[in-house]
């Protein structure tokens, strides 16, 4: 989980290996209960250090460590696993949908300016009601996510609401538990018997960026800033989905308390900081409403660098007293204002409309640009989504239109300012504008696909992917050779790529003896790339990179995958049906089928099969319990996880099988009353080792 990590000196980094390991073992030789805790404070240490101080003593690896070995002994004594455990971030089958949450006091909002003489006249406002009494300003940053309530009681965090309307939220604490960056439970010596904090929830720039460019991959729609991508990761049913989007977190203030932390709400955030609260570190205190108006300025042109996103600050007077004498209006309080920084926007022209066609069939609208300079770079092109957006804006050839930078980072056509009436509409495309093939809208309405299998525009995307950095990696295959490949139809389907031979390479269009025989071994050393590789690479709908790692995982080699029953599929965690249904789809294809004996037998070879894995669990949830012969509980996990299988701790409805050893006790007796499969040791085998 670490990125990177500080370290003063090697000397010291080796000390503080010796120094952990020693710890670990002499602190703990009481009792396990005793390792477990010590352990868990450590790691919240470390976490602490990491995510509040932004200054870690440890590597990732030595952090990994630490966890591992708690992991371990949790997993021995799941009876001293505990909810605030560092490793019980991410819980088990998805919910069908969040409860309501009525918060503690209201979530106000606040009120906005826009600029220097609005800022002057609030803190006239502020001046009139103090009467004459000295105040100060605390500036912070606005961070763009979405505002989130975290009740901690006795120090555990017990439940996580978004704002909603201020009133009542949804309850996100599952989705919550998730976020490294929130603490489960607090640390520190005064911990408040009750604390509400809030904050903000954000996804970085660079986990949107990753994330967009997933859903790109696996035809998913693309969302237009992290705000959103952060809203939308907290509102998944399923955690585990939420645990894969990084979001992060910054308190900025507290709602209700059993005691107050401090006099100002500067000593306030240091207070939360101390109670491991990660708080916003480029947060500034200001005399005069000047020195406010300079701040704000300055970060409107500093922003960018951050590695999140900002849209303005927020001005809050300091003294809790004060702010309670300027009370608030019901929508927002009088003692909090917020700057907001003017969207960096630029005006063009559109001077033409491409429709790509996507790897899946997908057409996607782009609009050709006059190149115009924004926020530091020049843009020429921007995405239109899909038609629907297009039609929504009115967009057309020769419009005038006022771009701005999703999140700072894609461009896109916000307004169309002045429309040119002597232009046509924009038409949605009748048929493909590469094969002419058919098109039809898909079941959500939204995209419009080629539905021809021989498109040779969508069969180049495919090949692009294939041969991509992230799938089978082929060096020197760049898109002009792949369009020359295919329009000569020299390769009508993957397998070709392996057939060709120097002859045929040296014939095509910009090609020498030197680079054909490059792009040859270039080939040549793609044959034995990972299993989840190939599967990603075969362009499966829905089927990204991080799926292709999961199903080669689970299924171990490229005939198991096959084989697999849409059942087997739907039962793995994070692979859903639809997704579960592509898969099958693809594989009962005769076409795809056919390709793929022909890739196997160019002599592609992609490497998982070493690792001979079983299916025989694949779904399950088990439970084991008792003393066993032939296993320890770790070896009994790894046989459990190999098969496809997961290991849990708690019997509980939806477990399917307890494996039950000698004396076994009172997990027993609830799986009988819960009716749940149990199985002895040997029937275990049996099912693993079928053959014997
Ligand atoms: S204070 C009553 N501080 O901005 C004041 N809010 O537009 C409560 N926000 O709903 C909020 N950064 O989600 C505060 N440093 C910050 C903030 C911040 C972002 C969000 C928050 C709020 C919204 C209002």
């Given at each position: 989980m670490l990125n990177s990590a500080y370290c003063p000196s090697n000397d010291f980094r080796s000390f503080l290996q010796i120094g952990l390991q020693e710890r670990i073992f002499f602190v703990m030789a009481e009792d396990i209960k005793q390792q477990i805790e010590a352990l868990r404070s450590e790691i919240r240490k470390h976490d602490r250090l990491y995510y509040v101080e932004a200054a870690p003593v440890i590597s990732d690896q030595d952090y990994d460590a630490l966890f591992a070995k708690l992991k371990q002994l949790e997993a021995d004594h799941p009876e001293l696993v505990t909810d605030d455990s560092p490793t019980q971030r991410v819980a088990g089958a998805p919910i069908e949908g969040f409860t309501n949450v009525t918060h503690a006091l209201p979530m106000l909002s606040i009120d906005n300016t826009y600029n220097a003489a609005e800022l002057r006249s609030f803190d006239e406002r502020v001046a009139?009601?103090?009467?004459?009494?000295?105040?100060?300003?605390?500036?912070?940053?606005?961070?763009?996510?979405?505002?989130?309530?975290?009740?901690?009681?006795?120090?555990?965090?017990?439940q996580a609401a978004t704002r909603g309307d201020g009133t009542t939220g949804d309850d996100v604490t599952t989705n919550i538990r998730t976020v490294k960056a929130i603490p489960l439970a607090l640390t520190g010596t005064k911990i408040p018997q009750v604390l509400?904090?809030?904050?903000?929830?954000?996804?970085?720039?660079?986990?949107?960026?990753?994330?967009?460019?997933?859903?790109?991959?696996?035809?998913?729609?693309?969302?237009?800033?992290?705000?959103?991508?952060a809203a939308g990761s907290l509102k998944l049913l399923d955690s585990k989905i939420t645990a894969q989007r990084n979001l992060a977190f910054f308190a900025y203030s507290v709602g209700q308390t059993s005691q107050p932390l401090a006099e100002t709400h500067y000593e306030t955030l240091q207070t939360l900081k101390h109670l491991s609260l990660p708080v916003n570190p480029n947060t500034a205190t200001a005399e005069t409403i000047e020195q406010v108006i300079d701040i704000c300025m300055d970060w409107a042109d500093k922003k960018t660098a951050l590695d999140y996103q900002i849209d303005g600050m927020v001005i809050k007077v300091d003294s809790h007293h004060q702010q309670s004498l300027l009370g608030s209006t019901g929508r927002a309080p009088r003692w909090c204002i917020s700057y907001k920084f003017p969207a960096e926007q630029a005006e063009t022209t559109v001077e033409s409309i491409d429709v790509q066609v996507g790897k899946t069939g997908k057409l996607t609208p782009v609009a050709n640009l006059k190149p115009v300079k924004l926020s530091g770079t020049?843009?020429?092109?921007?995405?239109?989504?899909?038609?629907?957006?297009?039609?929504?804006l009115e967009i057309h050839v020769g419009a005038t239109v006022i771009i701005e930078k999703a999140g700072e980072i894609i461009p896109q056509v916000v307004k169309v300012k002045q429309k040119d009436i002597f232009a046509a509409p924009f038409e949605i495309p009748t048929q493909c504008p590469a094969c002419g093939g058919h098109v039809k809208k898909d079941e959500e309405g939204i995209c419009?696909?080629?539905?021809?299998?021989?498109?040779?525009?969508?069969?180049?995307?495919?090949?692009?992917?294939?041969?991509?950095?992230?799938?089978?990696?082929?060096?020197?295959?760049?898109?002009?050779?792949?369009e020359q490949l295919v329009e000569k139809d020299i390769v009508k389907n993957f397998a070709d790529i392996y057939k060709l031979d120097l002859f045929t390479v040296s014939s095509l269009d910009r090609m020498g003896t030197r680079s054909a025989e490059n792009l040859l071994e270039g080939i040549e050393a793609s044959k034995n790339r990972p299993l989840w590789r190939f599967i990603a690479a075969l362009g499966i709908n829905n089927v990204g990179?991080?799926?292709?790692?999961?199903?080669?995982?689970?299924?171990?080699?490229?005939?198991?995958?096959?084989?697999?029953?849409?059942?087997?599929?739907?039962?793995?965690?994070?692979?859903?049906?639809?997704?579960?249904?592509?898969?099958?789809?693809?594989f009962d294809s005769d076409d795809n089928k056919s390709v793929i004996d022909q890739l196997l037998a160019a002599g592609v070879d992609p490497q998982g099969e070493v690792k001979e894995k079983g299916t025989?669990?694949?779904?399950?949830?088990?439970?084991v319990t008792?003393?066993?012969?032939?296993?320890?509980?770790?070896?009994?996990?790894?046989?459990?996880?190999?098969?496809?299988?997961?290991?849990?701790?708690?019997?509980?409805?939806?477990?399917d099988l307890v494996v039950a050893g000698q004396n076994a006790g009172s997990k027993l007796e609830k799986a009988n009353k819960f009716g749940v499969v149990v199985i002895t040791e040997q029937q275990f085998i049996d099912t693993i080792h079928p053959s014997g």
């Open positions: 009139k009601a103090l009467q004459g009494r000295e105040y100060s300003y605390v500036v912070e940053l606005k961070i763009d996510g979405l505002a989130i309530s975290l009740r901690y009681q006795d120090g555990k965090l017990i509400e904090v809030r904050g903000e929830v954000y996804m970085p720039k660079q986990s949107f960026a990753r994330l967009n460019a997933q859903r790109e991959e696996s035809g998913d729609a693309l969302f237009a800033n992290p705000r959103n991508a020049i843009v020429k092109r921007a995405s239109l989504h899909n038609f629907d957006e297009i039609e929504r419009v696909r080629c539905l021809n299998p021989n498109c040779k525009a969508k069969f180049i995307e495919k090949l692009k992917y294939f041969v991509g950095r992230n799938q089978m990696d082929i060096e020197n295959l760049g898109p002009a050779v792949l990179g991080q799926s292709a790692e999961i199903l080669a995982d689970v299924f171990g080699s490229l005939p198991a995958l096959m084989d697999a029953a849409l059942e087997q599929l739907e039962a793995i965690d994070q692979i859903g049906p639809v997704m579960a249904k592509s898969i099958r789809e693809y025989a669990l694949v779904g399950k949830t088990i439970v008792g003393t066993l012969e032939n296993f320890t509980r770790q070896s009994i996990a790894q046989a459990i996880k190999d098969n496809g299988g997961k290991t849990s701790s708690s019997v509980s409805k939806k477990t």
